[in-house]
């Protein structure tokens, strides 16, 4: 699976921006999509993330009500809209993918997601 992240940029607190994932090479019915973000001087933390086929949605307690994760199926593509942005968001995100498993939470880790994108950079301003 290859992976393109695009749409980052630099917004205001309070803001809003959408990131998109396009996704080529595999159909994506067996996968969870996700969005991670590492920060300056920090470790690559879990956002968001979506089973493709089923379109169960993941958050982060940080970003609970304020990121919602999505995907177009024909395109592809997964999306992060991201509102009320705080100068915490800042970070590059980066979009991955990884075989979809049982359990709880496995989606927050790193090592089950075997693609990543190049990542793309969000700077919210205060």
């Known amino acids: 699976v290859q992976l393109q992240a695009s749409g980052g940029g630099l917004v205001q607190a309070g803001g809003s921006l959408r990131l998109s994932c396009a996704a080529s090479?595999?159909?994506?019915?067996?996968?969870?999509m996700g969005w991670f973000r590492q920060a300056p001087g920090k470790e690559r933390e879990f956002v968001a993330a979506i089973r493709w086929r089923r379109g169960i949605e993941y958050y982060a307690d940080s970003v609970k009500g304020r990121f919602t994760i999505s995907r177009a199926n024909a395109e592809n593509t997964m999306y992060l809209q991201m509102n009320s942005l705080k100068p915490e968001d800042t970070a590059v995100y980066y979009c991955?993918?990884?075989?979809?498993?049982?359990?709880?939470?496995?989606?927050?880790?790193?090592?089950?997601?075997?693609?990543w994108g190049q990542g793309a950079l969000v700077t919210v301003s205060s």
């Open positions: 090479g595999r159909t994506l019915s067996s996968y969870v």
């Open positions: 991955a993918a990884g075989l979809a498993q049982s359990g709880s939470y496995y989606y927050t880790w790193r090592a089950i997601y075997g693609y």
